[in-house]
């Protein structure tokens, strides 16, 4: 029979949606007090080619949710067809727009299109999906800091610090390396000063790494493939595997589940996110933070650039008239 000290509570879930909630309302309240302020709303260009389903979906639940907190979209929708050069070019006129705080790409682009080329031409002030090569640089280099964090990661981040979760001193381990995920959330979590080791599809004996973590961040796209077994007692999960699988019970016919086999880890960790409603919610909550506080940098500067013996309120009224 079990004594009472054999008796582990089970995981606090971390509920991603409910998190993602309060950031959106405090974002929200931010764009209004920038609005009374200086008659200024961030704004978010979001550019989509062709008519993939997936992207559609995408793009429109992004869009929602800017609409949504007050921050303005600009809905760029090009044809399959569109040419490199066009995109390209649509690319420059939104890194000079002056009311467009955020430039993001759906990806994936056509095959004639090179992504890597189109994302390297957003300008890195208005990079808020935190790919550009200049800011992942800078998110590796110690006392330099990036302009923008790429979104899944810097929610993870998020997920942990809003459960209380302590990063600094701990273990961490990273399953996957990719360059939205895995190798961002590494570097992330370095910075935050936790003991990082990163496991690959190449590593040996994953299981044995994975079960020293204090906190595990899984994003291998691989389903239920970390095992109750393989987390040690109390730590900290953090599911961003997003993986489609058959169900023949749901009218579907398929479900969602997380590189974490959630009904076995949930008795062994401390804490656990769910998937669906776990990291999902929060990447799109990311963006919208990114571009709040891409508009917050633009209009702190122009108000900082000005002089600091002139009446401040002439400074509002100049930014508010665009004449700043
Ligand atoms: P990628 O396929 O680009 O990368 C997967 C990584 O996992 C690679 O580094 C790969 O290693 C590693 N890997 C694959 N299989 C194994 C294995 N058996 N053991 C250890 N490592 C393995 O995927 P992404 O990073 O783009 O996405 C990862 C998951 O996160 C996916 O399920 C995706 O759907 C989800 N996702 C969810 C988001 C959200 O908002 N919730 C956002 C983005 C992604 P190697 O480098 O050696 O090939």
Redesign the pocket.
């Known amino acids: 029979m079990a004594s009472p000290s054999d008796h582990r509570r089970e995981a606090t879930i971390i509920d991603g949606k409910a998190i993602a909630q309060t950031i959106r309302s405090e974002i929200s309240s931010e764009v209004r007090q920038l609005s009374q302020t200086y008659g200024k709303v961030p704004g978010l260009a979001v550019v989509i080619v062709g008519s993939r389903k997936d992207s559609q979906s995408y793009v429109r639940m992004k869009r929602k949710a800017c609409a949504e907190v007050g921050i303005k979209s600009f809905d760029i929708d090009f044809p399959q067809q569109v040419t490199e050069a066009e995109v390209i070019s649509k690319v420059h006129e939104l890194n000079a727009h002056p009311d467009v705080h955020g430039i993001l790409v759906q990806l994936p682009l056509p095959n004639h299109i090179n992504e890597e080329k189109v994302l390297g031409e957003i300008s890195i002030e208005k990079d808020v999906d935190g790919f550009h090569p200049l800011n992942i640089g800078k998110l590796a280099m110690k006392g330099r800091e990036s302009l923008f964090l790429p979104c ?1 990661p810097k929610g993870c981040l998020e997920l942990l610090s809003r459960s209380g979760v302590t990063v600094k001193g701990k273990k961490a381990v990273v ?4 360059n ?3 190798l961002p959330v590494s570097l992330l979590l370095l910075k935050a000063d936790a003991t990082v080791t990163i ?5 040996h004996d ?1 299981e044995s790494i994975v079960r020293e973590a204090d906190i595990i961040i899984a ?4 389903a239920m ?1 970390i095992k109750g077994s393989w987390i040690k007692p109390g730590a900290a999960v953090i599911d ?4 489609v699988v058959d169900d023949s019970s749901r009218k579907s016919g398929y479900r969602l589940v997380g ?1 974490v086999d959630f009904q076995e880890a949930r008795q062994v960790a401390g804490w656990i996110t769910p998937v669906p409603g776990g ?2 919610p929060m ?1 799109v909550a990311m963006l919208l933070k990114n571009t709040l506080e891409g508009a917050k940098r633009v209009i702190r500067v122009r108000v900082s650039a000005t002089d600091i013996f002139r009446d401040p309120a002439d400074v509002v009224q100049e930014v508010r008239e665009g004449s700043l």
């Open positions: 899944t399953v996957g390396r990719s939205i995920v895995g496991v690959h599809s190449r590593t994953p994003a291998a796209g691989q493939m961003v595997g997003t993986n590189d990291v999902g990447t």
